[in-house]
T-cell receptor, first 112, second 116 residues
Framework: DAGITQSPRHKVTETGTPVTLRCHQT?????MYWYRQDPGHGLRLIHY???????DKGEVSDGYSVSRSKTEDFLLTLESATSSQTSVYFC???????????FGPGTRLTVT | AQTVTQSQPEMSVQEAETVTLSCTYD???????LFWYKQPPSRQMILVIR??????QNATENRFSVNFQKAAKSFSLKISDSQLGDAAMYFC?????????????FGKGTKLTVNP
């Protein structure tokens, strides 16, 4: 299994509070991704990174920011959480050469 | 933009039988990759099988095989000798082979139930 961890695994927070989710990889891969998964929508890309300090938006980036100061860590921040951001969040890394992406275990976030 | 469609929100199969999950995609590119992912109740996303568009031969991984029809833009997954552990959500995904982000575009998934 690819060495990808996410923290926390579960979080309950209140509307309006900031939240940061962490993704850590031990594979030294260049590309990292954040997705959200909601019923009926599959996985949707929030942001991705193609190197240290190099990030770009995905299809559902509003309300989210990311940072990558080290190859191994990719942080997702909800500056002011809303109930619509209640979801399961997945981090992934790309193995390159068309090998596909490998996913972390996910974080279930509930915004009350 | 590329899109991926899984037209079967739910499927069921009897244990030991064969089931085929459908996936179609829309792209103007000629070189790309296609994937099937499995998500069991544990929530972990597991890569099941991949196909390179320039290869005509259909990919196979043990009991899992694909029927890749490039002209029809179809990429179905066949599970043979279904087992209870195959019960999961299955997602089809597309990735351009052009250099860049290596982003995946996912379908909305098919929930597979395996009946004993």
């Amino acid at each position: 299994d690819a060495g990808i961890t996410q923290s926390p695994r579960h979080k309950v927070t209140e509307t309006g509070t900031p939240v940061t989710l962490r993704c850590h990889q031990t594979e030294n891969h260049r590309y990292m991704y954040w997705y959200r998964q909601d019923p009926g929508h599959g996985l949707r890309l929030i942001h991705y990174s193609y190197g240290v300090k190099d990030t770009d938006k995905g299809e559902v980036s509003d309300g989210y920011s990311v940072s990558r100061s080290k190859t191994e860590d990719f942080l997702l921040t909800l500056e002011s959480a809303t109930s619509s951001q209640t979801s399961v969040y997945f981090c992934a890394i790309s193995g390159g050469q068309g090998s596909g992406q490998y996913f972390g275990p996910g974080t279930r976030l509930t915004v009350t | 933009a590329q899109t991926v469609t899984q037209s079967q929100p739910e499927m069921s199969v009897q244990e030991a039988e064969t089931v085929t999950l459908s996936c179609t995609y829309d792209t103007s590119e000629s070189d790309y990759y296609l994937f099937w992912y499995k998500q069991p109740p544990s929530r972990q996303m597991i890569l099941v099988i991949r196909q390179e568009a320039y290869k005509q031969q259909n990919a196979t991984e043990n009991r899992f095989s694909v029927n890749f029809q490039k002209a029809a833009k179809s990429f179905s997954l066949k599970i043979s000798d279904s087992q209870l552990g195959d019960a999961a959500m299955y997602f089809c995904a597309y990735r351009s082979a052009r250099g860049g982000s290596e982003k995946l575009v996912f379908g909305k998934g098919t929930k597979l139930t395996v009946n004993p």
